[in-house]
């Protein structure tokens, strides 16, 4: 038997060599069309490791036919199972600037099988770079989104800001990162968000309700003798605490106040804060006169109290939302909504269902959701009945809808509710 298959590669190897020497007295790409044919000819037989040496000789030519040669390499080299083999000439393929879409998105879904979907993400990204093309925008779109879900739950979070965001275990309040890592200890009864100003603060109200500002270190950095009920959103500087009266007051991050009492307060954001006085909100920039008149029963806020961003803010009046740019009422209106974020659209409600405009009041997603949060790194969550998922720009649902809650993105993560509690999820590709 041993002697039997010596003798068979022998007379490979004696065939190919023959046929070598009459290819050699050929034009080349007469050499290469023959080499083609005869590796065609054992594909049909279905004998691929026969076809694979004049395959190989074959790919070496430059000529109008080297592409069909090298797909039909690869095929061979799927069919024998050289998956290694395979891999090495889509690499070099996409190495070539003149590369063609179809061969990115074929490295890329065998990085996919792989379970290497950064590398298949990076050839998609480099394909499009190279041919605009829009298959290829497409294939990143579909799995872009892919994430994983991290251990820790929480009992309470709230939206990020600054890079942190408030955190609950049991009745007690801290503060994590992005990532869910924890930077203040759940020690406080009530604390801010994060303030970089001033060297950075978080308000702190400790559990005999006592107001302190620590730092990132934990440290505290200020008391005060104010008595308050409740810990508002630091930021620019300025935090807002309620008193036992049921008033509010600012204060700065040292705790220094002028003790000016209102109805109610948002958080200063983008210099501009939404205040209520006798009965009716408006919105105030700092320094810089009114930007809502004080004639609206609410003004649209975000859990933190944001309200304004990119001169637009929305205010509410007998069940009517309005628009406002720049400090100018628009004509559309609205059943609800939710704050401008930076990225430019926000979640709106008509008819009883949500979709997203534009700073101009221009319809950018259709009013097809249950619900919905204005957008975060160019995902929103939105409800689709009684579960959330994120949606993209294009108004598609990329993440499905399969969390109890959901928040908004930052840094590639967002805070999302399982039967676990609020965990975090981590995109695998956020750039």
């Known amino acids: 038997m041993f002697n039997r298959i010596v003798l068979l590669f022998v007379c490979i190897i004696l065939l190919f060599a023959a046929w070598t020497a009459v290819l050699n007295m050929q034009h080349p790409i007469d050499k290469q069309a023959a080499l083609i044919a005869l590796a065609n000819e054992e ?4 004998t691929y490791i026969k076809a694979l040496p004049y395959l190989l000789d074959a790919v070496s030519y430059n000529t109008e036919e080297t592409l ?4 039909t390499l690869k095929r061979v080299y799927l069919e024998l199972g050289y998956t290694q083999e395979y891999a090495s000439v889509l690499k070099s393929q996409t190495a070539r600037a003149d590369c063609p879409a179809p061969v990115y998105e074929e490295y890329a879904r065998y990085f996919i099988l792989e379970d290497r979907l950064r590398d298949a993400l990076k050839t998609i990204t480099l394909g499009i770079e190279r041919t605009q093309a829009e298959s290829l925008v497409g294939f990143y779109e579909e799995h872009r989104y892919a994430f994983t ?6 009992d309470d979070v709230t939206a990020y800001h600054n890079g942190g965001i408030q955190v609950k275990k049991g009745d007690l309040w801290g503060l994590a990162n992005a990532a869910g890592g924890i930077i203040i200890p759940c020690m406080y009864e009530q604390i801010s968000t994060y303030d970089p100003a001033n060297g950075g ?4 109200m400790h559990v005999d309700k006592k107001i302190s500002t620590v730092n990132m270190s934990n440290q505290i950095t200020a008391t ?3 008595i308050a009920e409740q810990v508002g959103t630091l930021s620019q500087d300025i935090v807002s605490l309620q008193l036992s009266n049921g008033q509010w007051i600012l204060a700065d991050s040292n705790l220094n106040s002028n003790f000016s009492e209102y109805e109610g307060v948002g958080a200063s954001h983008n210099s501009a804060i939404a205040l209520k006085s006798s009965g009716k909100w408006g919105v105030a920039g700092l320094g810089s006169g009114t930007i809502v008149p004080y004639e609206f029963d609410e003004v649209i806020m975000d859990e933190l109290g944001r309200s304004y961003a990119l001169g637009a803010v929305f205010a509410k009046k007998d069940d009517v939302v309005y628009l ?5 009422q628009q004509p559309e209106t609205y059943e609800d909504a939710r704050p401008f974020t930076e990225e430019g659209w926000a979640a709106v409600k008509k008819n009883g269902k949500w979709g997203f405009i534009d700073i101009t009041g221009a319809e950018r997603i259709s009013f097809i959701f249950d619900d919905a949060r204005s957008f975060g790194q160019h995902l929103a969550a939105v409800r689709v009945g009684d579960l959330w998922g994120y949606t993209n720009w294009r108004g598609i649902v990329v993440i499905e809808p399969v969390f109890l809650d959901a928040k908004s993105f930052s840094g590639g993560r967002a805070p999302v509710l399982t039967d676990l509690g609020w965990q975090f999820i981590t995109l695998v590709e956020f750039s």
């Open 43 to 46: 594909i049909e037989r279905g």
């Open 68 to 71: 069909e040669a090298t797909e």
């Open 149 to 154: 879900i991290g251990h820790t739950a929480f």
């Open 201 to 204: 603060s978080i308000i702190v």
């Open 224 to 226: 005060s003798n104010i």
């Open 324 to 328: 406002f740019v720049n400090g100018e």
